[in-house]
């Protein structure tokens, strides 16, 4: 394709594209020129000149509105930018704005996870000084255990579902007091053999219920490894319904307590809380006509919630039930006289 066509191509695309005043502003052009060359073609001078004043006053006349037009597009132009400008200084403002209040709540999250974690680190410190006094006392109960006795066979663990040695220090130095002859146990194991270690020194008996036959099955071997067969008589008692002011409760069956009379010191051990709530709360319910006519109560656990509420009830309703005041262990110490008179514990 030669360049002239491509020339009359390009013309012909620019020519389309015009709009209706620039193609009526072109012909009134095209037809001034035209009278132009025809004026002078044909020897009219004047008119030629006129023409041609009137082309020029035409093109000053374009050139004013272009430049008119141009001055109106530039301030435009001006505003738009001064728009655009404060468009985005208030841009630039809020994202200050937003970055300066996550830095102070940066600030005030960090402050707040510092106090979290300073104070995390305190009672820590806290929870494992309690932990190293509570041992350091069980450690030293323990000690004073095995001052007092010397096993024939491993002693079994203390602790978790068995007596803490401080509970256990103080139940045998009540038996040291108070020379049982009688003891029941509700829930065997471990205090039953340091039990009949110090019933075998003061000639006392106990009788120990475990509701569950391995574990009753299990403290007997420990007995006879001991020795202790004859001090302690474990008795399995499987859990029955047993009901107290109409609300039904699970507790030690009572037959193997038929024979039972003049018990001296009860501890209290069983059955475990999992087996119900209040579970040991029928104990004294059960076992008062079965009491000696002064005798001591021990209760484990008495930490917990239940058993401080079953120690609350019996005292307000069992006539010569009194709470005692006790030296270690996590226990608590009930003094009972069927004639209601103080009993020294
Ligand atoms: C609190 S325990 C009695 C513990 C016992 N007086 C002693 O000092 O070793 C009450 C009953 O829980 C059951 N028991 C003992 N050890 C247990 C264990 N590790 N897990 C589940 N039950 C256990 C036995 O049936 C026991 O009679």
Excluded: C
């Excluded at 193609?23 to 009278?35: I, N, R, S």
């Excluded at 003061?202 to 001090?231: C, P």
Aim: charged share 20%.
């Amino acid at each position: 394709m030669s360049s002239l066509t491509r020339f009359g191509g390009r013309l012909t695309v620019r020519l389309q594209s015009l709009t209706r005043p620039q193609v009526v502003v072109l012909m009134l052009v095209v037809v001034l020129v035209a009278g132009i060359w025809t004026a002078a073609g044909t020897g009219h001078q004047g008119l030629a000149v006129s023409l041609v004043a009137a082309l020029l006053l035409g093109v000053l006349l374009g050139i004013l509105h272009l430049s008119r037009w141009m001055g109106g597009m530039h301030r435009a132009n001006q505003a738009a930018n001064r728009d655009l400008r404060t468009v985005v200084e208030q841009m630039q403002r809020r994202v200050v704005a937003t970055v300066e209040k996550e830095r102070l709540t940066a600030g005030d999250r960090h402050q707040d996870l510092s106090r979290t974690i300073t104070r995390g680190l305190r009672q820590n410190g806290h929870g494992h000084d309690l932990l190293l006094r509570s041992q350091s006392r069980e450690f030293e109960a323990m000690f004073q255990l095995f001052q007092e006795f010397t096993p024939r066979a491993p002693m079994p663990s203390s602790g978790d579902f068995a007596l803490n040695p401080t509970d256990l220090l103080e139940l045998l130095h009540i038996v040291r007091l108070h020379q049982p002859q009688l003891v029941v146990e509700l829930g065997s194991g471990t205090s039953s053999v340091w039990l009949g270690y110090a019933l075998e020194k003061i000639g006392g008996r106990l009788i120990s219920l475990d509701h569950d036959e391995d574990y009753a099955a299990r403290t007997r071997t420990m007995l006879e490894a001991h020795g202790l067969g004859a001090v302690v008589e474990v008795r399995t008692a499987p859990l029955t319904e047993l009901l107290l002011d109409g609300r039904a409760y699970q507790w030690y069956d009572r037959e193997q307590l038929k024979d039972v009379r003049d018990v001296d010191l009860l501890v209290i051990d069983g059955p475990p809380a999992a087996t119900g709530p209040d579970a040991r709360f029928p104990a004294l319910h059960a076992m008062e006509s079965k009491l000696a006519p002064t005798a001591t109560i021990v209760l484990d656990d008495a930490n917990r919630a239940d058993e401080q509420d079953a120690v609350r009830r019996w005292t307000e309703n069992i006539t010569g039930l009194v709470s005692e005041p006790h030296l270690i262990g996590r226990h608590a110490v009930l003094s009972y006289s069927r004639s209601g008179a103080k009993v020294s514990v």
